[in-house]
């Protein structure tokens, strides 16, 4: 069993341009989430999945941003237009989604840099 | 505004002692509770979940949560200079919801 994966590990973009992230989740987990962190701050939620339906976004989540997950496994993290205020780390996490357990595990992380 | 409280540190405790995390939270629907460990550069390793009162004990970690006080904490017993990293606190409501983190407390074991 392997965890969760994303790719790239770094991006540096030019501002203006446009990203696509990728998150492949554990296998048998059916809820996906994706999280911002930047430094000193805690990770701090964009939105969710279950399979492949979008259940909620944050208020974070300007119109710049897209999420999907097509067949309601490996999810993708586009940024139109990036900022310099884009640039942090994305996190993807995974979780199994039923019953109360609502552990989450994190992948390795895609730090942007937006210059 | 669902908001989780953390100090942030420094937390400096001698090899071998026990460390002290503390969290406050302030949604009371909250029912799930965990902590995660990160490494500077790395993303965040959870080390232990809590779902009702009083303490979870696993290795050298010990959870415990009071939700009349909306209050977590993590113990870890004889502190290890690996254990130097930031502990980042996270709650969520009930349904599998995200999670809400706080901004981690950073903790260095000296050797």
């Known amino acids: 069993d392997t965890g969760v994966s994303q790719d790239p590990r770094h991006k540096i973009t030019k501002r203006g341009q446009n990203v696509t992230f990728r998150c492949d989740p554990i296998?048998?987990?059916?809820?996906l989430y994706w999280y911002r962190q930047t430094l000193g701050q805690g990770p701090e939620f964009l939105t969710y999945?279950?399979?492949?339906?979008?259940l909620e976004k944050s208020r974070l989540l300007s119109d710049r941003f897209s999420a999907e997950r097509p067949k309601g496994s490996f999810s993708t993290l586009e940024i139109q237009r990036t900022e310099q205020g884009d640039s942090a780390m994305y996190l993807c996490?995974?979780?199994w989604g039923r019953g109360g357990n609502n552990e989450q595990f994190f992948g390795p992380g895609t730090r942007l840099t937006v210059l | 505004q669902k908001e989780v409280e953390q100090n942030s540190g420094p937390l400096s405790v001698p090899e071998g002692a026990i460390a002290s995390l503390n969290c406050t939270y302030s949604?009371?629907?909250?029912?799930?509770f965990f902590w995660y460990r990160q490494y500077s550069g790395k993303s965040p390793e959870l080390i232990m979940s809590?779902?009702?009162?009083g303490d979870k004990e696993d290795g050298r970690f010990t959870a415990q949560l009071n939700k009349a006080s909306q209050y977590v904490s993590l113990l870890i017993r004889d502190s290890q200079p690996s254990d130097s990293a930031t502990y980042l606190c996270?709650?969520?409501?009930?349904?599998?919801?995200?999670?809400?983190f706080g901004k981690g407390t950073r903790l260095s074991v000296i050797a």
């Open positions: 996270a709650v969520s409501g009930p349904g599998n919801t995200p999670l809400v």
């Open positions: 999945f279950q399979n492949e339906a979008q």
């Open positions: 809590i779902y009702s009162n």
């Open positions: 996490a995974s979780s």
């Open positions: 949604d009371r629907g909250s029912q799930s």
């Open positions: 296998s048998e987990h059916n809820r």
